[in-house]
């Protein structure tokens, strides 16, 4: 990408892009995009790899609350991820792999998907800290924060390195879990945390 178009780019974020129209039926679409908004696939390997820390931990946890921590898990990588679709639709409406994503192709407007993306944040923490405990609750919030700030608006346009320092983000999943049955962080959470932030540049 030039630098010329470059600032094309960044000088047009905040315009909204012309609506194109949905397959289907609209209720279908709509569903379809809120889903898209969450990137169910990265969520996917996050809820396993939660998952993992839940299970490996010592101690148990009532499998209501466990089902719960994986929830919270799970919201709080689907806000990133309608956050990051609201921050990056400039980007992504230049290219082909994500111009038809439902905020640059007009299905979603941007400040509803910033609102999905914040209300499923908080509450994703909040139901972690009132159902689980508060040192869970903190580092989902640790995880959110360092996704949405430091990976996607502070490296991500910034440096290739993005994808290296960035990959904190993707291997806090385990150490939540594992907080969420213990109550601390440990030595093993923290090398299950080491093996997936190295795991993740070699993998890209």
Not at 1 to 26: C, E, F, L, N, Y
Not at 28 to 41: G, T
Not at 107 to 120: D, H
Not at 157 to 180: M, S
Request: aromatic content about 8%; glycine content about 10%.
């Amino acid at each position: 990408m030039s630098d010329a178009t470059a600032s094309v780019i960044v000088h047009d974020r905040g315009k909204d892009h012309p609506r194109s129209p949905a397959s289907g039926t609209q209720t279908e679409a709509d569903v379809r995009d809120w889903v898209a908004l969450l990137k169910p696939r990265v969520m996917s390997l996050v809820v396993f790899t939660g998952l993992i820390g839940l299970l490996v931990a010592p101690g148990h946890l009532h499998v209501v609350l466990a089902f719960t921590a994986i929830l919270c898990i799970a919201v709080g990588a689907g806000a990133c991820g309608a956050i990051n679709m609201w921050y990056d639709r400039d980007i992504d409406a230049v290219m082909r792999r994500t111009r038809n994503r439902p905020i640059p192709a007009g299905r979603i407007e941007p400040g509803a998907a910033l609102g999905f993306g914040i209300t499923l944040a908080a509450g994703s923490v909040l139901v972690m800290g009132l159902a689980v405990n508060l040192v869970a609750a903190a580092v989902l919030a640790l995880s959110i924060g360092f996704y949405v700030f430091v990976y996607t608006m502070w490296l991500k346009r910034r440096t290739p390195q993005n994808i290296v320092i960035g990959g904190a983000a993707g291997a806090f999943p385990p150490l939540i879990g594992w907080v969420a049955v213990t109550g601390s962080v440990d030595l093993v959470p923290l090398v299950l945390f080491g093996i997936i932030f190295i795991w993740t540049p070699p993998h890209f």
